[in-house]
């Protein structure tokens, strides 16, 4: 409904002050009209449009007869103003529960065939309404992060790991107030997620399969081309770093050892892992980082800040998957009510979700996601950077040739043992950058959100190691693997002995890509965990 109301009972309580079982004729049929365009039909702001949207619900109900003549004349000609009252200052409903009631609608209707705006009843969400206030201020206020400019957005969301619930999702700062329901980018998949998803495409894969049996798997990152391509894969600063293990891969969010891992895995498996976390594609390529739908409109496809909340989530409850809950229960008109559980699928074995969360500690610790990093707080995660290709620089909308860092969106997903948290930042506008120390603002969002839920303990207690594993020095085994990457050890062509101690500068061809390509060969567009050639994500 308009003016900020969510449902009939609540809009006939705003401008009637009356309870919708006590309305008249004419006031029911105001409101019924008013639900497929509620602020085109607002009585107080479009009388006559009201009037008329009005007046074609009472001529429905005559031609069907359930109303009578009389009554038909009576509704018609009384004026749609009659009865309303003055609107209070304060809606209904404030301001930073737009988006997440949005999603609460689209789900009762999902799983009731009901809509909330049209039918009288009550709904119970899962929404923390404290953390719900605090994520707002972290983003309107300039108490916590520092942004360049009113224009950056941020979408987020938080989910108890444990049960799918919802408990905080904000699409956008700085809010029109005169849009009720709008687009919530928190739960759209137009942008890219960069290497946060090598974690659900690359290594967990890899390690649910066996093709690594430890964080301690050896790994080159050497000059490589995409499989079955000439087009080579670069990384970030244009170097190879020689041999290293997957979690240190991980950690400093190198290119080459991604892809390498993909193709061990292959992209069959790839596939139907990401399918048992709750994301899917139309097609896979081999590239940096799978990130937005690129080629199917809607959200059927690709990567949001819900969808890779609720992915992490299974590394931090050890390999469950729980599909986004917005809704607790909903009671309807006749008393009768439905109550939404959520029991989970499982989507991975437990080792892997451990093993996972002990190599994207150490991202926190010592690698790109320092900034996220909070004293006391166990927790573990990994930063993405997209990037612009060649042919879209010159179409940026504000000067970046003094800057270091160039990007459309900068993200940070994380999770601690309650709660899990995807954060999007960019630009409404793809084409205005991010430059510099807007690539710190995912991060701050994040750790300043974690700060405060991990005010209750739950993050002071780390994960417990489950049956299966054992750990030596810094890096976890599988009791029944040997430590080796299988893929590594049967390609003849990545000896780690030719690489162990060097670091190369890679070539500087700037032709190399694909349709999926972004640009991260340019040399005003990288960042320790941008994207290089095809993908265009990290």
Known sequence: MSNSNYGMQTAARSYYGKDLKDLSLHQTALLAGMPQAPNQYDPYTHPEAATNRRNLV????????????EQYE????????????????????????DNYLKEVIEQVEEETGYNVLTTGMEVYTNVNTDAQKKLWDIYNTGDYVAYPDDEMQVASTVMDVQTGKVIAQLGSRNQSTNVSFGTNQAVETNRDFGSTMKPITDYAPALENEVYTSTAAPITDAPYNFPYSSTPVYNWDKKYYGGMTIQYAIQESRNVPAVKTLEAVG???????????????PEMFYVNAFSSNTSKSGNEYGASSEKMAAAYAAFANGGTYYKPQYVNRVVFSDGTEKTFS??????????????????????????????AAISGVYQAG?????????????????????????????LFVGYTPKYSM????????RLTPILDDG??????VYREMMLYLAQDGSASEDWEMPDGLYRSGSYVYLNSGTGYNRYYNNQQYYNSSSYSSYSTEA???????????????????????????NGGDD
Do not use: C
């Not at 690539?439 to 701050?444: Q, R």
């Not at 070539?507 to 050639?533: K, L, P, R, W």
């Open 439 to 444: 690539v710190k603002v995912a991060t701050d």
């Open 58 to 69: 009472l001529r429905e109900m005559h031609d069907l007869k359930y109303i009578t003549d």
């Open 422 to 429: 995807a954060v999007w930042t960019g630009y409404s506008n």
């Open 267 to 281: 992209l069959d498996e790839s596939l139907k892992f990401l399918n048992r976390i709750g994301i899917n594609y």
């Open 507 to 533: 070539s500087s061809d700037t032709s190399a890509s694909s349709e999926h390509s972004g640009d991260s060969n340019n040399n005003s567009s990288n960042h320790s965990d941008s994207s290089s050639g």
């Open 382 to 410: 990994k930063t993405g950077t997209s990037n612009y290709a060649d042919d879209e620089l010159a179409k940026l909308t504000k000067p970046y040739y003094y800057s270091s860092i160039v990007t459309p969106d900068e």
């Open 74 to 97: 009576q509704a018609k000609n009384t004026p749609v103003t009659d009865g309303l009252q003055s609107l209070k200052a304060s809606t209904s409903y404030p301001a930073y529960m």
């Open 342 to 371: 959520n029991n989970g699928s499982k989507a991975m074995k437990e080792t892997t979700a451990y093993m996972m969360t002990d190599m994207m500690k150490t991202v926190l610790q010592s690698g790109t996601g320092t900034n």
